[in-house]
């Protein structure tokens, strides 16, 4: 079945520092989407990419949708500590089914 | 709040009994779909409906679980003789049109006794 990895599975940073993860797959999507979800909380929607090449910022994050379409990637500039929690990617497998990756813990550190 | 609604927030059960959690869509949002989340773990999908029909069960077992989304009221997950392993957080989702980016509920968080 299609799976996505996401890298890294967890990260340290200083506040104030840039992050960036990925997520790739071995499968084509369609379209890329990333959520953030904090403890005991739904995932909410961050940013939904629909083109291949496409880079879309939502504040000081920005999303790129790779040309492969097998991959994409998120930047999060000059990180502050409510940007802690787990950040998901999901891929659009098909017509209606995402898929979602394990997620990237990003822990900031004052 | 016009966004997803989910009930209740934490459900506690003995092995053996029934559990019911409820998602009511966004306003405007006919599709629905349900995901189980293990601790440290992604979203794995169970289940997508639309209103009154069934569309893909491929990621809810076969026994015990049962989800339905009826013409009037929220969509109803509901899981039959609960045993230890089916603790975790459900969460439902809903969009406009299905394929169209979904959005989260704060999830059941349920344990069994």
């Known amino acids: 079945g299609q799976q996505l990895n996401q890298s890294p599975q967890s990260m340290f940073i200083q506040e104030g520092e840039d992050v960036s993860m990925n997520c790739t797959s071995s499968?084509?999507?369609?379209?890329w989407l990333w959520y953030k979800q904090d403890p005991g909380e739904g995932p909410v929607l961050l940013i939904a990419?629909?083109?291949?090449?496409e880079l879309t910022s939502n504040g000081r994050l920005t999303a790129q949708f790779g040309i492969t379409r097998k991959d994409s990637f998120l930047n999060i500039s000059a990180s502050i500590p409510s940007d802690v929690g787990i950040y998901f990617c999901?891929?659009?497998?098909?017509?209606?089914?995402?898929?979602f990756g394990t997620g990237t813990r990003l822990k900031v550190l004052a | 709040n016009a966004g997803v609604m989910q009930n209740p927030r934490h459900l506690v059960r003995r092995r053996g009994q029934e559990a019911r959690l409820r998602c009511s869509p966004m306003?405007?949002?006919?599709?629905v779909y349900w995901y189980r989340q293990l601790p440290e773990e992604g979203l794995k999908f169970m289940v997508y409906?639309?209103?009154?029909?069934?569309?893909?069960e491929s990621g809810m077992p076969k026994e015990r679980f049962s989800a339905e989304f009826p013409k009037e009221g929220p969509s109803i997950l509901r899981i039959q003789q609960v045993v230890r392993g089916d603790s975790a957080a459900y969460f439902c989702?809903?969009?406009?049109?299905?394929?169209?980016?979904?959005?989260f509920g704060d999830g059941t968080r349920l344990s069994i006794l």
């Open positions: 989702a809903s969009s406009r049109e299905g394929g169209q980016p979904q959005h």
């Open positions: 499968s084509i999507f369609n379209t």
């Open positions: 990419l629909y083109k291949a090449g």
């Open positions: 999901a891929g659009l497998g098909g017509t209606y089914k995402y898929i």
């Open positions: 306003k405007g949002h006919s599709h």
């Open positions: 409906l639309q209103k009154e029909n069934i569309i893909d």
